[in-house]
């Protein structure tokens, strides 16, 4: 076996003329192996040639044997073996890749607080900070197999901003501007693509708690992009820091989903399975905090209804007497006065929004938003058979196949299958 | 017989940009890695000049990747590579002087790497996975980020033979727009 830390490659040739500069190395610990496995094959060839015949087929079996990996797979819970192995695990090398805006974190040491500038006063015991702990998360195993260095998700983290962070972050301001000293008795569930239900809630973080219910890790191979909710949250970490300082408490809750976590089916060879299922606090547990009503928040009424995950609590919090609506982001639009977002789009419509949701009373003056009445607002959760049921969770579910050899756990099959099943070719051109 | 061997090839050709410190640093990588190495060198090696290249992909003009698990081709290209540095086949053996960019006049670097692999070991087989890309694809900038991203899940201690080189070691030795139309750099295919 070679040893990563001994010398092996020499160099044989080195060359620097003006035109070109190069080297080339040879593995001398790799020549040592192939020169003994020369010298084994010559040895079986010369007894094969000495006619022992009848033992072909048997040898042939055995080398087999030996050759196949006396290995198994073994499906363990994602997030379980990312705490365990590191958030990258199977793909160190792989980086992780942004969109929109995104920039390094120009304070990174303010990562170390992002958990506790996140974390709620009022609404902290229904607070899931998981996500907010894989920054700095270091594995407590190593695969057998890795050989790539482990490097905390921290030092591949960046801030980042996209043009419909910008809008989720613009109609989280308008919302907390109608919040701002009534008190509805409602919470809001905020069902967006994670960095938008992010720049929501940092919008809205003056008047309203954020309390995330984020349960997953980024991975370079994730189906679930969470790496990208994480940088929303780098970019508005101020927001949520100065929101949790200067909301008045107690506060009514702004439950955050990320509405990606349910990704469509999952191919185990080339992805890391990195969903998660969301749940929302029982009827007794918002009661108890005041709150009587939620306020389902989607991007356009045709998200709706419910993601399936979500539809056993919300029919059950009906049914307890907890009043659902919905909320589409797209009744909100800018106004051309004063360049901000008001629900209808205008500042003297902004406040209809008590007449469309009357949980508290809205300004007399206040013109109805007739352009919004095309979004649905009431909503009727309805049982329905779905996939993502949280008694019956469908097969392999938020799991990585890890390849086990007795007791040690060598990689993640992701890394290794289809390879070795797939007969020799070549690709590209020269 | 011993154990048979698998062949990675990439190489680029991108516009030298005056002042950019693509080059020098390409050199200084190459000048500075040591006589003797560990495979862990090797990976930090490749490593970074996969990144440096993969950030100036903009700049690069042409290029050409192959991959190979046939034990005798793999052998065979290999020399093939290796050649290519021994007999400075690509290389000025005048100056070209320094590129006039406001008279449309450039200059040209090519960077080549090439890994002699050991077949059948698991990050070779991942490796080969990595490789398997759609002929439409095969010449796409995003095909070559792709790639160098994934020599990162290479293994050195399955790698038997590496070579790596840059033309040209001087600035004023910069391959011309002339000088990739001879046939000797057909090879290289445009990017898309």
């Known amino acids: 076996m070679n040893d990563d830390h001994k010398p092996a490659f020499e160099r044989d040739v080195a060359i620097a003329e003006p035109g070109l500069v190069g080297a080339r190395w040879w593995n001398r610990a790799l020549q040592d192996e192939a020169a003994a496995m020369s010298r084994r094959s010559a040895m079986r060839n010369l007894l094969v040639g000495a006619g022992v015949l009848g033992a072909v087929a048997a040898c042939g079996v055995g080398i087999v044997a030996s050759v196949q990996p006396d290995t198994e797979e073994r499906l363990q819970a994602s997030l379980a073996a990312q705490r365990l192995y ?53 594995p407590t195993a190593n695969l057998a197999e890795e050989n790539v260095p482990f490097v905390p998700l921290s030092d591949q983290l960046r801030a980042m901003v996209t043009p419909a962070m910008r809008r989720a972050f613009d109609v989280g301001v308008a919302v907390a501007s109608l919040f701002r000293g009534r008190t509805p008795a409602a919470g809001l569930v905020v069902d967006l693509p994670g960095p ?99 306020l389902y928040v989607v991007a356009t009424a045709s998200n709706l209804p419910e993601l399936d995950d979500l539809n056993d609590d919300m029919v ?64 009727h959760p309805a049982r329905r058979a779905t996939l993502f049921s949280r008694a019956a969770p469908p097969a392999g579910f938020a799991t990585v196949p890890l390849v086990v050899a007795g007791a040690s756990v060598l990689g993640v099959a992701f890394d290794r299958r289809g390879s070795w099943n797939r007969s020799s070719g070549s690709w590209g051109g020269g | ?78 020399n093939m590579w290796s050649g290519g540095m021994t007999t400075l086949e690509g290389a000025r053996r005048t ?11 450039h200059r040209y670097m090519t960077f080549t790497m090439s890994l002699l692999l050991q077949h059948g070991t698991p990050s070779e087989r991942a490796f080969a996975h990595a490789c398997n890309i759609a002929e439409v694809d095969l010449w796409k900038r995003a095909t070559f980020a792709h790639l160098l991203n994934c020599i990162g899940m290479i293994s050195f201690a399955s790698v038997k033979s590496d070579v790596i080189y840059l033309i040209p070691r001087d600035d004023t030795f910069g391959l011309t727009a002339e000088d990739l139309r001879a046939p000797k750099f057909e090879y290289l295919r445009p990017l898309g």
């Open chain 2, 1 to 78: 017989m011993s154990f048979t061997h698998s062949i990675f090839a990439l190489e680029l050709c991108l516009q030298l940009v005056p002042g950019d410190p693509l080059r020098p640093t390409l050199q200084r990588l190459i000048e500075q890695h040591p006589a003797w190495s560990t495979p862990k060198d090797k990976w930090r090696l490749y490593r970074e000049v996969s990144q440096l290249l993969t950030s100036r992909l903009g700049y690069a003009i042409s290029g050409c990747w192959d991959f190979f698990d046939d034990d005798q081709r793999a052998l065979s290209d290999f």
């Open chain 2, 95 to 105: 100056a070209s002087g320094i590129a006039d960019p406001y008279r449309g006049d």
């Open chain 1, 86 to 138: 590191g958030w990258n695990l199977g793909a160190r090398d792989r980086a992780l890749l942004y969109e929109g805006f995104a920039l390094q974190l120009q304070v990174p040491s303010m990562l170390s607080s992002l958990i506790v500038d996140t974390l709620p006063h009022t609404w902290g015991h229904l607070h899931d900070r998981t996500l907010f702990e894989a920054p700095a998360a270091m």
């Open chain 1, 196 to 294: 938008e239900s992010v720049a929501f809630a940092a919008g809205a973080a003056s008047v309203l708690e954020p309390v995330f219910g984020i349960a997953n890790w980024p991975h370079p191979l994730g189906v679930v992009p969470a790496h990208l909710t994480l940088a929303a949250v780098a970019h508005h970490q101020p927001e949520f820091q100065r929101g949790r300082e200067e909301r008045p408490r107690p506060a009514l809750p702004c439950f955050v989903l990320d509405r990606n976590r349910l990704a469509d089916a999952v191919d185990h060879q080339t992805r890391f399975d990195n969903r998660y299922m969301a749940s929302l606090p029982s009827a007794a547990a918002l009661r108890g905090g005041g709150v009587y009503r939620l």
């Open chain 1, 316 to 379: 059950d919090l009906t049914r307890a007497g907890i009043a659902v609506s919905s909320l589409a982001l797209d009744a909100f639009s800018l106004a051309l006065s004063d360049g901000r977002v008001y629900y209808g789009g205008d500042p003297s419509t902004h406040e209809s929004f008590w007449s469309h949701y009357p949980w508290a009373p809205a300004a007399p003056e206040a013109i109805d938003a007739w352009q919004v009445n095309a979004i649905p607002r009431s909503y």
